[in-house]
């Protein structure tokens, strides 16, 4: 960790690469990949401009006009360029030799080309727009004018001039090069760039600072208009650019609003606001901050204003909150005031919920305990009903319209499948979970309902068994249906001869949709039930995708009849909202499933969502808690996953001491989460960090050898400090897999049999090399011990495969390609994590900035 800070300053100049930069890691370095908050699937399709990630950080050099010291800076750059001259605060901490950046930069570009370097600047320019008559070009420019006349503003007309020139080699057609520099001109990003910069200035200066995460997708959309709105908003209403309604009505920005310590950085814009929107921006800030603090919707008026009466009086932050009703930013009820999105996106789901309550019933007809049977004893439902069906009619179906399922009014003590009658005592030895089997009536009778209950108590379960239960009645009675059809003598000759699809042909359409708030989560409900899930978000994104470019196939989730959201605690109201909204309006929404427990901490953003619908709906009977934990693993580790998530110390029911040369056999039967205490520090030879370091490897080293270590599947080191955790990872990655995690350049080495952690939300095919530019357009030949169709490039991968920040693979196998006999890429394949991916692949150069050794995982609470 660096020490204190020593002052702070501002550089002005120009950007330079830094000669000692090397690639970030990254490694951990979450906020720079933070998923883009979530928009509505409505405003998606309205075609705003939506946030990007943050720039990452990088290593610059900014020789310092006032002192001419050259001034190497680390921080986020979103451009670089020598074209580019930057205004940054930077701090330089004690024993640092490097600046850290305060904020984001301010650019302004150096539109002479900084004389005298411009053929300087002009090369490297050209460079960046992958320009490939360059060197033709600067030539051209020295015979017939000077470099001193070229400048930003006149490089696409004297470009274009150098491709009419006759004798400039010029392949084509004048039409055609005036075109072919048109295009270049106008879709490369740099000069994209450029040119924003030339024509909006004040966006160059203070966007990066008040948009950090639109800024780059703005000045590379060319999309003028909203920049021209944005230029003029920043030139006398700034204020405008605080408040997110605003900017997506008239800007059509997605998300997106400055914030007012941002704005406190650009004091020129602060001098343009009068002192009602000034304190709106203050008002509106602490509106914010206390919704996300509170995890309310709302904030009492009473509150809200003793909470800013340090920056102005009663009356004005009144006056504020009538300004912000007026532009529809806020709203109030009773004594309370809302963010008006939040408001609306509470009033949207009542709303639905009783558009769904309200629509004809939809029973599902189930004996749920049969269901439930099959859970307890551990037995697939399709092997007892092979079972029993040994026994039974000759056609071996045994299911009969009308008499296949018990009727859930009669309490379904009794099953009454033909053929399945063994099948009743089977079940009624079972002991069965009384609050499961009413959690399984209800979601049958009901059109919404709320499990709740901690981790472990079968939720999931549960609901997915009862789904598959009723699929394979749907799928016996569509058989039945072929069989009577065909054995039906007047069917038409048309139907006849319409060829048998296979049913892996067709494409399977989804009626439960299974899904989750994040990635992570969305990944464990589809390892836990074997059916696809999604996150919420992509549902809603893909609504938008649909609608804006594919015509001719419904939308994918429009057969949507059942919706089941896992983890509702970490439900926000705006992405629930829309997602249900979406359902309700463009597929056959009837039954919602919500699945979480109301005591555990509600999301992080405002509102909480499961536990507001949980006490409503309980007096309504459609509501249950779950209490009895099913789970095999001990509940100690169930509590404590729990704790850590909650960034609390987790419980230990053992602690080991480990002497100064520890030796086995260390006991540590039948414990599951066991504290390690170090030896004392002795203050012996060693300074204390080394000493610390020593004992800690010694230790773990001893932990190793003994039986329970044996697999690094069945057992995990979790350390409190990233440097702890390096170490561990070290002895770890030596004794299960023979290496150490670094090279001597410090950069990680992958190797199979690694036990790895994903430190990035990624698609994977995003991550996999092209197939035809980068393996077969460049002669790339693969090296592999796996079978040709094992092998698996980007375009085999569904595109929605996503892996999830915090998922952990094992290695079990790599290959190579080797690329025109020099550049040579390491693939890896990855444990089966989802049943539908089985070789999953990645790239080397990819993987050190998505994965990390995790023997040992860093839980800095
Ligand atoms: N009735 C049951 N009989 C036997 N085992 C059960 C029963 N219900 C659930 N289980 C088992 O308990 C374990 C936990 O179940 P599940 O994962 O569905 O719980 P959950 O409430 O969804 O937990 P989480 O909130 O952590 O996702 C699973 O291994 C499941 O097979």
Same mark, same amino acid.
């Given at each position: 960790?660096?020490?204190?800070?020593?002052?702070?300053?501002?550089?002005?100049?120009?950007?330079?690469?830094?000669?000692?930069?090397?690639?970030?890691?990254?490694?951990?370095?979450?906020?720079?990949?933070?998923?883009?908050?979530?928009?509505?699937?409505?405003?998606?399709?309205?075609?705003?401009?939506?946030?990007?990630?943050l720039p990452g950080r990088a290593r610059v050099s900014i020789p310092d006009e006032l002192t001419k010291e050259q001034c190497p800076v680390r921080g986020?750059?979103?451009?670089?360029?020598?074209?580019?001259?930057?205004?940054?605060?930077?701090?330089?901490?004690?024993?640092?030799?490097?600046?850290?950046?305060?904020?984001?930069?301010?650019?302004?570009?150096?539109?002479?080309?900084?004389?005298p370097h411009q053929k300087n600047i002009c090369s490297l320019f050209l460079?960046?727009?992958?320009?490939?008559?360059?060197?033709?070009?600067?030539?051209?420019?020295?015979?017939?004018?000077?470099?001193?006349?070229?400048?930003?503003?006149?490089?696409?007309?004297?470009?274009r001039r150098f491709d009419r020139e006759p004798g400039e080699k010029n392949k084509g057609t004048p039409t055609e090069n005036e075109q072919d520099v048109r295009r270049f001109v106008n879709s490369l990003i740099p000069f994209v760039c450029v040119m924003t910069a030339l024509k909006f200035p004040k966006v160059m200066e203070f966007l990066p600072t008040l948009f950090p995460r639109h800024f780059r997708r703005l000045i590379g959309s060319s999309s003028e208009e909203v920049l021209q709105r944005i230029e003029e908003a920043l030139g006398t209403h700034p204020w405008k650019l605080g408040f997110r309604r605003v900017t997506y009505r008239q800007m059509k920005l997605l998300s997106c609003e400055a914030s007012w310590t941002a704005f406190s950085q650009c004091p020129s814009l602060l001098q343009l606001m009068t002192p009602l929107q000034k304190n709106a921006l203050v008002v509106y800030a602490k509106l914010r901050q206390t919704c996300r603090e509170d995890g309310h919707t709302c904030v009492e008026v009473e509150a809200l204003t003793s909470a800013v009466a340090q920056n102005m009086s009663f009356q004005e932050a009144c006056e504020s909150l009538e300004f912000m009703k007026d532009l529809d930013v806020v709203t109030y009820e009773k004594d309370c005031v809302f963010l008006s999105e939040l408001y609306q996106a509470e009033q949207g789901i009542a709303s639905s919920i009783c558009d769904l309550i309200n629509r004809p019933p939809w029973h599902l007809q189930v004996d749920v305990k049969k269901v439930l049977a099959s859970i307890s004893s551990g037995k697939p439902e399709d092997s007892r009903r092979a079972e029993a069906a040994e026994g039974s009619e000759p056609d071996g179906m045994g299911l009969a319209q009308g008499e296949s399922v018990a009727d859930p009014q009669d309490g379904g003590d009794h099953v009454r499948?033909?053929?399945?009658?063994?099948?009743?005592?089977?079940?009624?030895?079972v002991p069965l979970d009384q609050d499961q089997v009413v959690a399984l009536e209800m979601i049958c009778a009901k059109a919404v309902t709320v499990l709740s209950g901690k981790g472990g108590c079968g939720k999931t379960t549960i609901v997915s068994h009862l789904f598959k239960h009723v699929e394979q009645l749907e799928e016996k009675e569509v058989q039945q249906a072929c069989k009577d059809f065909e054995l039906d003598g007047d069917a038409s000759e048309?139907?006849?001869?319409?060829?048998?699809? @296979?049913?892996?042909?067709?494409?399977?359409?989804? &009626? =439960?949709?299974? /899904?989750?708030?994040?990635?992570?989560? %969305?990944?464990? *409900?589809?390892?836990?039930?074997?059916?696809?899930?999604?996150?919420?978000?992509?549902?809603?994104?893909?609504?938008?995708?649909?609608?804006?470019?594919?015509?001719?196939?419904?939308?994918?989730?429009?057969?949507?009849?059942?919706?089941?959201?896992?983890?509702?605690?970490?439900?926000?109201?705006?992405?629930?909202?829309?997602?249900l909204k979406l359902l309700c309006d463009h597929a056959k929404l009837s039954k919602l499933i919500i699945l979480g427990d109301i005591?555990?901490?509600? @999301?992080?953003?405002?509102?909480?969502?499961?536990? &507001? =619908?949980?006490? /409503?709906?309980?007096?309504?009977?459609? %509501?249950?808690? *779950?209490?009895?934990?099913?789970?095999?693993?001990?509940?100690?580790?169930?509590?404590?996953?729990t704790r850590i998530s909650r960034r609390q110390f987790p419980e230990f029911d053992a602690e080991l001491n480990i002497s100064a040369s520890p030796t086995l056999p260390i006991?540590?039967?039948?414990?599951t989460f066991i504290f390690v205490r170090l030896p004392e520090e002795n203050g012996s030879s060693q300074s204390p960090k080394d000493e610390h370091r020593a004992n800690l490897y010694s230790a773990v080293k001893t932990l190793l050898q003994g039986k329970d270590f044996q697999s690094a599947k069945t057992s995990q080191f979790i350390a409190f400090r990233r440097q702890d955790c390096d170490l561990i990872n070290d002895c770890c990655s030596k004794h299960y897999v023979g290496h150490l995690i670094k090279d001597h350049d410090k950069k990680l080495i992958f190797a199979v049999n690694d036990k790895i952690c994903c430190t990035r939300n990624a698609y994977l095919a995003d991550l996999l090399p092209n197939d035809d530019r980068e393996a077969n357009g460049k002669g790339f030949d693969i090296v592999s011990d796996a079978a040709p169709s094992d092998f698996k490039t980007k375009q085999d991968f569904e595109s929605s495969i996503r892996l999830c920040n915090g998922e952990i693979f094992f290695i079990t196998g790599v290959s190579f390609i080797i690329g025109n006999n020099v550049c040579q890429l390491e693939i890896f394949f990855l444990s089966p994590r989802v049943h539908h991916i089985r070789d999953d692949i990645l790239v080397q150069c990819f993987f050190i900035r998505n994965f990390y050794i995790s023997f040992a995982m860093n839980i800095g609470l």
């Open positions: 960790m660096a020490g204190p800070c020593v002052h702070l300053r501002e550089l002005r100049g120009p950007l330079h690469p830094d000669k000692d930069d090397t690639e970030e890691e990254c490694v951990q370095e979450e906020d720079g990949d933070r998923d883009s908050e979530f928009v509505d699937a409505e405003e998606l399709c309205s075609g705003g401009i939506q946030a990007g990630s986020r750059f979103p451009l670089l360029g020598p074209w580019w001259r930057v205004k940054v605060r930077v701090v330089k901490p004690v024993r640092s030799k490097i600046y850290q950046a305060q904020g984001f930069p301010s650019y302004f570009l150096q539109s002479d080309m900084s004389p460079k960046e727009c992958g320009y490939e008559r360059r060197d033709e070009f600067l030539k051209w420019v020295e015979r017939v004018s000077s470099y001193e006349k070229l400048n930003f503003e006149n490089l696409p007309d004297t470009l499948i033909d053929g399945d009658h063994e099948m009743s005592a089977d079940i009624c030895d048309e139907w006849l001869a319409f060829p048998k699809q @296979s049913p892996a042909a067709v494409d399977k359409a989804i &009626d =439960v949709l299974l /899904t989750a708030p994040t990635g992570k989560a %969305a990944s464990l *409900l589809r390892q836990k039930t074997d059916l696809p899930a999604y996150t919420l978000y992509q549902v809603s994104y893909s609504f938008y995708f649909w609608k804006k470019h594919v015509v001719d196939k419904p939308w994918k989730f429009s057969t949507v009849r059942v919706l089941v959201v896992d983890e509702g605690s970490l439900v926000s109201v705006g992405i629930f909202n829309s997602v005591r555990q901490l509600p @999301s992080i953003e405002p509102g909480n969502m499961l536990q &507001d =619908v949980f006490e /409503t709906l309980k007096a309504r009977g459609c %509501a249950i808690e *779950l209490k009895t934990n099913h789970r095999s693993e001990s509940q100690l580790i169930v509590d404590n996953a006991s540590i039967q039948d414990k």
